[in-house]
């Protein structure tokens, strides 16, 4: 008896099924162009007077973010993802990354430099970086004066020459 009740219900959910996919249509197909079946209104955000396309900024950004540029999308979202996968996955740090990214170079520049002269090539020629030494004085002199003024007013607070600032500090200490 349970066999016929389960065959039973198994042949009328089929049934149905069957007279549902009957009367569905086999192929739908829907344009998202801008002349096509979708209205005006319909283009607006919330009904407003500005698409949304306008409402995102109008420009390359809003062309990503809608997916018009396939291929500009599609590389945006695969960064994003390999970013992720970098940094939540694998666990490494923004200086990690950068640090391997300089050790490839280098070894990619002296494989080029190493193989070009074997095989009587050119070799690449990259500029020396060289920083003017006056940059770092400068700045190492700009430090050195704001240390000297953060030590200058420390020590005017500690005298008791600037009896509200020591007052500020020993109540914000709870001394």
């Known amino acids: 008896m349970p066999e016929n009740f389960e065959n039973a219900a198994e042949n ?3 049934g149905i099924m069957d ?13 998202f162009s801008e002349e096509g ?11 407003g007077d500005k698409s949304v396309h306008h409402i995102l900024g109008g420009g390359k950004s809003a062309d990503v973010l ?26 490494y740090h923004f200086l990690t990354i950068i640090s391997f990214l300089l ?11 190493s193989f070009a ?5 050119s070799s690449s ?3 020396r970086v060289e920083l003017p030494e006056e940059l770092f004085a400068n700045i190492g002199a700009a430090i050195g ?20 600032q020591f007052l500020m500090v020993y109540y914000a200490f709870g001394l």
């Not at 002269?117 to 090539?121: A, K, S, Y």
């Not at 007013?153 to 020459?161: A, T, V, Y």
């Open 12 to 14: 009328m959910v089929s």
């Open 19 to 31: 007279a549902i996919a009957d009367k569905l249509p086999k192929h739908k197909s829907v344009r």
């Open 37 to 47: 079946s979708i209205s005006s209104q319909a283009k607006k955000l919330f009904g």
């Open 66 to 91: 809608l997916w018009r540029n396939k291929k500009i999308s599609s590389s945006v979202l695969g960064s994003a993802t390999a970013a992720w996968v970098f940094f939540e996955w694998l666990d």
């Open 103 to 113: 050790v490839l170079g280098m070894a990619v520049q002296f494989g080029w430099s």
């Open 117 to 121: 002269g074997m095989l009587n090539g």
């Open 125 to 127: 020629n990259v500029p």
């Open 145 to 164: 004066s704001q240390v000297n003024k953060f030590l200058g007013s420390l020590q005017d607070i500690s005298c008791g020459r600037d009896l509200k």
